[in-house]
C-alpha cells in the first residue's frame, strides 16, 4: 500500500509537465523556433526529495522477512557541461537508508547444564515471536557521474545522469527492536518437559533491543533521468527519478553468531544469576550480502554560475520570451497555428485588429514578420513596430472619360519651371544628431555629463515642428558594470530623460520612441573605466517608417 500511495505521489508531481507539453505547437517548425539553447558551463544543482531506500539482504532463516522503508534524500553538486549537451558533476549527497526484518523461529543451544541437585543437561531455547528489528543509517555519499542534456520543447529539458557514489561514513546508525519479543526456555529431553518464566535459569520474556552497527566503505552504481524547465536564462527548476544499487557489502557478516546469546551455557558452573543475555543483531548474525538500493524522486533547482555574455542573454531572453507567450488557450489562435507563426497572432492581439484573416493577408503578414522590430515603450513594455501596409492609389473607373485618340490633337508641352534648390531637411537634422549624440553620463546617471547643446536642441525642436512627418529614436545605452534588469531599466531612462528635453521645447510626445539597447551596442569595448564612460550615452536616429 504505501509503495502505490508512493508511486502516485511521483505521477502527481509529473502531470503538470503534461500541461507545458499540450500548450506547445505541434510543427517541426515551431519547436525548433521555440527550443531554448542548452548552454555551457558551470552549475550549482540543489534537490531533496524521497524514496523506497534502504538495506537490502538475503536472510538465512526461513520464514523471515525484510522490507526497504521510506527516507529522505538531499543532494548539492556541482556540474560543468563542456559542450551544450554533455558535462560531468561531483556532489554531496545525505541519504537515509531504512530497512527492517522479521525473524519468526525457534533457536537452540545444546549443552547447557543443571546443578540444581546433580548435573543434568537441558537444552536452552530461544523463541522469536514475530521479532521485528529497524535498521536506519544516514550515509554521507559523494557522487561522480556524466550528464546529458538536451531541449525537448519550448523551456523544458531533458536530463539524464549515470556515475559511481562511494558511501563513506555513516552520520547516524541505530538498530531497535520494533515489535515482537523473544522468549527463553528450557528443555529436558529424557522427561519430555520444558520450563519457562523462571529467571533464576534465565527463562523470561525480552524485548527493546538497541545498538549500533559498523558500517564500512561501499560502492554504489546511480543513475538519473528527469527534466529541467527554465525560468530565465540561469535558473531552472529540477524534477529527477533516482536509484542507487550497491556493489559490494556494507558489512562483514557473522552468521555464526546467535541473534540472543543468553551466555547461560556452562559445562562447569551452570547457571549464574549475575549472567546476562547478549543481543548481536540481525544484520551481523542473519544477513548476507547486504547492500544499499534505493529509488525515487527529488525536487529542486539549478542554477548556472556565469557572467552572462550581453549577445548570448539577448538571444536567450528573446527565445524564452518566445516560449512564454505560446500559452495562448483562444480556439481562434489554435486553429490558425498551423498557418500563422506565434509572433504575427500576439501582434495581432496588441493591435486589436481580428485573428481572423483570408489566405492573401495571410501571405503578406508572413513576409512582413521578418522585417518586424520591437522595442521597450516609456511603461517598460515590450512593443511591435506595427507594419505598414503599401499606399495604392485607387483610381475611380466611373469618372474615367473615353476619347476618340485620333481626334485629340496633342497638346503642345508647356515649359518647366527651373527648379529651385531644396535644402535638404533629414541631411540637416542628422548634422544635429551627429552633435548631440557626442555625449557621456556617469554610471547611474541619466543625465549627460558634457554640455546640454542647447542650441543644437532648440535648432532640432523647431526642424521638427516645422516637418511633422518626421519621428525620432531615442536611444538609451548602458556599459556592462551591474546586471541586465538594472542596465535595461537604466537605458530606457537615459532614453527618456533626452526626450523629455525635446517635448518641452515643442515637440509632440507621441514623434519620438524611446528604446533602450543597454550595453548591447558599444562604441567601445568594455575594459577600461574610460572605455566604460564612452558607451554610457543617450542616441538620436530619424525613425525608420
Known amino acids: 500500500m504505501k509503495i502505490k500511495f508512493f508511486f502516485l505521489l511521483l505521477i502527481a508531481a509529473v502531470l503538470p509537465l503534461g500541461q ?164 527463553t526456555k528450557a528443555y529436558y529431553e529424557q522427561w519430555g518437559l520444558e520450563l519457562e518464566n523462571m529467571a533464576r535459569y534465565r527463562l523470561y520474556d525480552t524485548t527493546g533491543f538497541s545498538g549500533k552497527y559498523d558500517y564500512k566503505i561501499s560502492f554504489s552504481a546511480i543513475g538519473e533521468a528527469g527534466f529541467l524547465f527554465a525560468l530565465t536564462s540561469k535558473w531552472e527548476i529540477m524534477l529527477n527519478f ?32 549475575d549472567y546476562k543475555g547478549k543481543y548481536n543483531g540481525l544484520m551481523t548474525t542473519q544477513a548476507e550480502n547486504a547492500k544499499f538500493l534505493s529509488i525515487g524522486g527529488t525536487l529542486g533547482f539549478r542554477y548556472r554560475i556565469a557572467r552572462d555574455n550581453p549577445q548570448v542573454a539577448l538571444e536567450f531572453d528573446e527565445a524564452l520570451h518566445k516560449a512564454r507567450r505560446l500559452k495562448s488557450t483562444e480556439e481562434e489562435d489554435l486553429n490558425l497555428m498551423e498557418e500563422l507563426s506565434a509572433d504575427e497572432i500576439e501582434r495581432r492581439r496588441r493591435r486589436g485588429d481580428t485573428v481572423a484573416i483570408d489566405d492573401k493577408d495571410n501571405e503578406r503578414r508572413k513576409r512582413d514578420i521578418e522585417s518586424d522590430e520591437f522595442f521597450i515603450n516609456d511603461q517598460g513594455d515590450t512593443v511591435w513596430v506595427k ?27 508647356e515649359p518647366k519651371p527651373e527648379p529651385k534648390p531644396e535644402v535638404n531637411v533629414k541631411d540637416t537634422i542628422n548634422m544635429l544628431l551627429a552633435i548631440l549624440n557626442n555625449n557621456h553620463c556617469d554610471l547611474n546617471s541619466v543625465v549627460p555629463v558634457t554640455a546640454r547643446h542647447t542650441k543644437e536642441l532648440d535648432r532640432l525642436a523647431a526642424l521638427l515642428k516645422e516637418n511633422p512627418e518626421i519621428e525620432l529614436d ?64 543617450y542616441e538620436l536616429k530619424i525613425h525608420e517608417k
Not at 527516507?71 to 561531483?90: E, M, N, Q
Not at 546433580?118 to 550515509?139: A, D, G, H, K
Request: a neutral charge; glycine letters at 8%; hydrophobic letters at 35%.
Open 20 to 183: 507545458v507539453f499540450s500548450q506547445e505547437d505541434d510543427t517541426e517548425t515551431k519547436k525548433k523556433r521555440l527550443r531554448l539553447p542548452c548552454l555551457v558551463g558551470n552549475y550549482f544543482t540543489l534537490e531533496g526529495g524521497m524514496g523506497l531506500q534502504g538495506m537490502n539482504y538475503d536472510l538465512l532463516q526461513s520464514g523471515a522477512t525484510g522490507e526497504l522503508k521510506y527516507g529522505l534524500d538531499i543532494k548539492a553538486g556541482l556540474r560543468h557541461y563542456f559542450a551544450p549537451h554533455s558535462g560531468i558533476g561531483v556532489g554531496l549527497r545525505f541519504q537515509d537508508y531504512v530497512s527492517s526484518a522479521t525473524l519468526n523461529y525457534m533457536q537452540s543451544q545444546a549443552g547447557a547444564l543443571d546443578f540444581y541437585d546433580e548435573p543434568r543437561s537441558y537444552t536452552y531455547r530461544t523463541y522469536y515471536n514475530i521479532f521485528e528489528e529497524r535498521q536506519s543509517v544516514t550515509m554521507l555519499e559523494i557522487p561522480i557521474e556524466v550528464f546529458f542534456q538536451t531541449n525537448i520543447t519550448g523551456r523544458l529539458k531533458l536530463n539524464l545522469g549515470a556515475g559511481l557514489q562511494a558511501n563513506f561514513f555513516s552520520v547516524q546508525n541505530k538498530y531497535e527492536n520494533t515489535a515482537g519479543k523473544i522468549t
Open 242 to 273: 533516482q536509484a542507487t544499487y550497491g556493489l559490494n557489502s556494507v558489512m562483514d557478516n557473522y552468521s555464526a553468531h546467535y541473534v540472543y546469546d543468553p551466555e547461560c551455557v556452562s559445562k562447569t558452573e551452570g547457571v549464574r544469576a
Open 387 to 413: 507594419p505598414v501596409d503599401p499606399v495604392i492609389p485607387i483610381v475611380d473607373t466611373q469618372k474615367v472619360e473615353i476619347v476618340d485618340t485620333a481626334k485629340v490633337e496633342e497638346p503642345k508641352p
Open 474 to 537: 531615442a536611444i538609451g545605452h548602458t556599459c556592462t558594470t551591474g546586471s541586465i534588469t538594472h542596465n535595461k531599466q537604466l537605458g530606457l531612462e537615459r532614453a527618456k530623460a533626452i526626450k523629455a528635453e525635446l517635448t518641452k521645447r515643442g515637440v509632440a510626445s507621441a514623434r519620438i520612441h524611446c528604446i533602450t539597447k543597454w550595453f548591447t551596442e558599444p562604441i567601445a569595448p568594455n575594459t577600461s573605466e574610460e572605455n566604460r564612460m564612452k558607451n554610457r550615452r
